[in-house]
Nanobody
Framework: QVQLVESGGGLVQAGGSLRLSCVTS????????MGWFRQAPGKEREIVAA????????FYADSVKGRFTISREHAQNTVFLQMNSLKPEDTAVYYC???????????????????WGQGTQVTVSS
């Protein structure tokens, strides 16, 4: 069983920055894929970024490329999402998720992930 706890959300003005954290506990294997998703009211959950725990291969949605950075810290069992140059359209509940990946890669679809955190709200004002 894996538990995920997100933190770091909040209210920020457009152009500002936030750093989200996702602390993992339980059995984490090196071949896990970690993803950050977001869901705005009335919209489907969408991938933001993903990383492989072992290989550090990364993926970014086009909408956040150049603004967001995903990273992981083994010693802290934590995955981070650094969000810069935030826009009002980034407003959403952000979730982290994890799933075992057999070949050191990542997943981009929500139904490919097994464990989910409870989410953290990010609100960007204009």
């Amino acid at each position: 069983q894996v538990q995920l706890v997100e933190s770091g959300g909040g209210l920020v003005q457009a152009g500002g920055s936030l750093r989200l954290s996702c602390v993992t506990s339980g059995r984490i294997f090196s071949s896990y894929a970690m993803g950050w998703f977001r869901q705005a009211p009335g919209k489907e959950r969408e991938i933001v970024a993903a990383i492989n725990w072992n290989t550090a291969k990364t993926f970014y949605a086009d909408s956040v490329k150049g603004r967001f950075t995903i990273s992981r810290e083994h010693a802290q069992n934590t995955v981070f999402l650094q969000m810069n140059s935030l826009k009002p359209e980034d407003t959403a509940v952000y979730y982290c998720a994890v799933a075992w990946h057999p070949s050191g890669g990542y997943y981009t679809k929500s139904n490919e992930y097994t464990y989910w955190g409870q989410g953290t709200q990010v609100t960007v004002s204009s």
